[in-house]
């Protein structure tokens, strides 16, 4: 018993130290003040609000400012209703007390594993037991991680253990009185559970344990299970009755939840996936329906799955008093991993389900009957989830460098800003920051840009470590160029930092230096059919481009379907509304498209009537194969740019006499791209290109100018 209780403590002692290295790693986390201003800015240009965006907010930001929100009044039926919204609450509740969302996490966590030690406990009756169950789920990475994330998933646990104590109290009273008390408490913890994550295994849970009653005939406490059930629904919902809506509106909005996941969900099923992800560590992603591998696998985990199955399954096949209870535990584990493995699955998703696994592999251990083989085995599963696991908790800048190139591409400075050192932010605001970044790339008309790592080589305990890319800026005229940055992260509280400076950017510029683009345009050369009529050729279009600051909101809407049908549908009215919108200066012109056919003047007129549309003039095609042009770079991949904007140095036929002649039309737009100081002077000259005019091709046959026309439509 001495040794028994030597071990509990051992076991105890590592939790607690497993949990302090996650606070020391995450100190700058756990201490970072929330933002609204930032997080309102990246919710409303998100995904969540602006259909394809590509200023992805994932699911914990969306949470985290759906939470603050809902704490200051907002309907929790209109936003993110598809989650309900308990969780929601306390995480808001959490930034409005502490000012951090990230302490919701480790709260909720810390809380989930003590339930889990009591459930264990209570159902077995052992400490050494309990300890040893509880330190296996403390160490396993997947959960590891979410100490230290705003997410619901740990509240969820909470709530499930707490009913699952629920559940072993209930089975073994034989009092009629204790059984309503433990029905009414049962309910109420199921209501709450259910208003954390959409309640697909709530009906699962409630069978259980209305099983257990139905055992015990005890159908006054089957009534008092439903009603305080019930209750616990509806509490997270009493600031939405409280601000006058009614009965009926919430029963509409229970509806709406129930039909977005059963019938609108549209993500494809992964079916498999969850067997997939614990035996070989590779798991469906539900967007590129790759196989990727998991980064909280382990070597543990499939002895995990097969050992835990085995030793709930044998101890569900002994003779004891205990059997209904852990028939339950077994009923509710097996109905978990299949629908996991039928429905789209994210990792995440088996966080209900280890735990118990987990127990069942403690309950295992001892038909090894060997000490040593029982310590070997043991001590096997817990080393290898522990260090998967203190490789999420100290991280290299990998994960980091991967958004901040991501962001970079896309021009998201202020998401940048977010990742960089105290040193820089201490210089600089992140509207200032943004601004700057955006300018410079409307400044030498960047359309796209593709970043390499070369060779990164991370190392996990290095505070200081650097990277090398190559950038290739693709612009809108003059072809590209290509920058070779060594960015360098700084780990300030355990976070990864980036030392930024503006020469990062590119060569030579400074926070002070810009740069200037001068266009000289070229054409490319005409396509003539044997009877002399032009077939293919360039002709004097206009650029749109719109001012998001001066469009008139009222007029929004008629502008943007006029603008639709100009551009022939080949840009929709909220793509048109994505670009102007999605991540811009509010009192800078932004480039939409080269318009593709001549405007009469009824047209031209009108365009010219709506706030905030600018035209400049511009070159366009008739007969273009295709919409975007290509360049291929020295590394030999080809990036697609300057959608609808037409240009003779990136555009190149792709079928037919534009693609057979391509050599010969292809004409190259002469300019310059230089930086310069703040006083005027040449700093230095990126780009500079001669003009050149492509030659004119005849061909040897007559074309029908009908068809012709047609196939431009």
Known sequence: ?????????????????????????????????????????????????????????????????????????????????????????????????????????????????????????????????????????????????????????????????????????????????????????????????????????????????????????????????????????????????????????????QKWTINFWVLDYSVEKTFGSAFSTLLSGFGQNLVTRNWDKVMHWNWSWPFVLILGIVGLLKTVGREHKEKIIWIIIFIFTCISLVSVNILPFRTRYLLPIIPFLYLGVVMFTPRLKSPILITTFYI??????????????????????????????????????????????????????????????????????????????????????????????????????????????????????????????????????????????????????????????DFPSFLVLITPSKVDKNKEEEMLNFLENIFKKRLSDFRIHLKYVGNNLPNEQVSIAVIPRKLNQTELNKIKTYPGIFLEDHPERFGKTKDAGTFILSNGKAVECCYLLYSTTSYNGTSGPEQEFNDTLKGVNGGRLTIYDPQGKVVMTVLEVATKDGADVKLPYAVDQEILNKSNE
């Open 1 to 253: 018993m001495k040794m028994e209780k030597k071990i509990s403590i051992l076991l105890i002692s590592f939790i607690f130290v497993h949990l302090s290295l996650i606070v020391y790693s995450n100190r700058g986390k756990f201490t970072e003040k929330f933002d609204p201003v930032y997080w309102k800015d990246k919710y409303e240009h998100s995904q969540w609000t602006l259909p394809q965006s590509k200023r992805v907010l994932g699911d914990e930001g969306l949470y985290l400012y759906t939470g603050y929100l809902l704490t200051h009044g907002a309907n929790p039926t209109l936003l993110n209703a598809e989650a309900p919204p308990l969780a929601k609450y306390l995480l808001g509740l959490t930034i409005r007390i502490v000012g951090n969302p990230y302490i919701f996490g480790f709260i909720s966590s810390s809380f989930a594993l003590l339930a889990f030690f009591i459930f264990c406990r209570i159902l077995t009756r052992s400490l050494m037991i309990s300890s040893m169950a509880t330190a296996l789920f403390a160490a396993d990475p997947l959960f590891s991680d979410q100490f230290s994330l705003a997410m619901l998933d740990s509240s969820y646990l909470l709530f499930l253990f707490l009913l699952f104590c629920v559940f072993v109290v209930l089975a073994r009273t034989s009092k009629k009185t204790e059984a309503l008390y433990y029905a009414a408490v049962g309910g109420l913890v199921l209501g709450l559970l259910s208003e954390i994550k959409f309640p697909l295994l709530s009906p699962v849970l409630a069978v259980l344990l209305l099983f257990i009653l139905l055992r015990k005939r005890n159908f006054k406490a089957i009534l008092l299970f439903l009603v305080f059930s019930t209750i616990g629904y509806l509490i997270p919902y009493i600031p939405y009755f409280m601000q006058g809506h009614a009965l009926e509106d919430w029963i509409r909005s």
């Open 380 to 537: 096997f599963i817990l080393a290898a989830g522990w260090f998967t696991s203190l490789k999420i908790i100290f991280p290299t800048p990998e994960a980091d460098l991967k958004e901040i190139v991501y962001e970079w591409q896309n021009g998201f400075f202020q998401d940048i800003y977010e990742r960089t050192t105290q040193d820089t932010r201490a210089k600089i605001s992140r509207d200032k920051f943004h601004e700057l970044g955006l300018r410079r790339y409307q400044e030498a008309q960047i359309d796209t840009i593709a970043i390499e790592q070369i060779n990164p080589e991370f190392l996990r305990f290095k505070n200081a470590q650097s990277v090398n890319l190559e950038v290739t800026y693709v612009t809108r005229n003059l072809g590209f160029f290509q920058e070779h940055p060594r960015l360098t992260f700084i780990r300030e509280k355990g976070q990864w930092r980036l030392a930024w400076q503006w020469n990062l950017l590119a060569d030579g510029m400074t926070e002070n230096n810009h740069f200037e683009t001068t266009v000289n345009y070229a054409k490319r050369g005409t396509i003539f059919d044997s009877e002399g009529k032009k077939v293919a050729y």
